[in-house]
């Protein structure tokens, strides 16, 4: 999170409400001189709180992937919160497809007051739709909130 205030406290209870409340939570605050760290800490049990100076959003999500210690990890932004049940979605799909390591599903796009402004069906992506050639530049990945990622693919 980077100064999101406002939109913290529904991103924090929507994930402490999946389905099943085994998961590590960590939020890194990315050097947040708003309301942030107040927000935060009456969750303080139930979640791992990291502070740093302003570093930017790509070095604090690594940052994050390095604390982590779970198989699967999920970046959810600090202005995405998840939908009920995305957990036991996300664990069904695993369990339905043992061989993937990436998982991510169609997501609701929002306004500041959360209102929905349109639902986003993701297609079934693969490798070669993700990655463009060289030559054709046909490029289509728009993933969107909620990915689940094995660690693997960090790596």
Known sequence: TYNRSSFLKETIESVLAQDD?????LILDDGSTDETRAIIEPYRPCLSYHYHDNVGETITVNRGISIAKGEW????????PLLPGWL??????????????????????????????AVVKQPDYSIFKMIPCQTCYNFNCNIGPGMLIHRDLYK
């Open 21 to 25: 409340g085994a998961i590590e939570y």
């Open 73 to 80: 990890i999920a970046i959810v932004n600090s202005d995405d």
């Open 88 to 117: 036991f979605t996300m664990r069904t799909a695993i369990a339905e497809n043992p061989k993937a390591k990436l998982f991510y599903p169609d997501w609701l796009r929002i306004d500041a007051k959360g209102h929905i402004l």
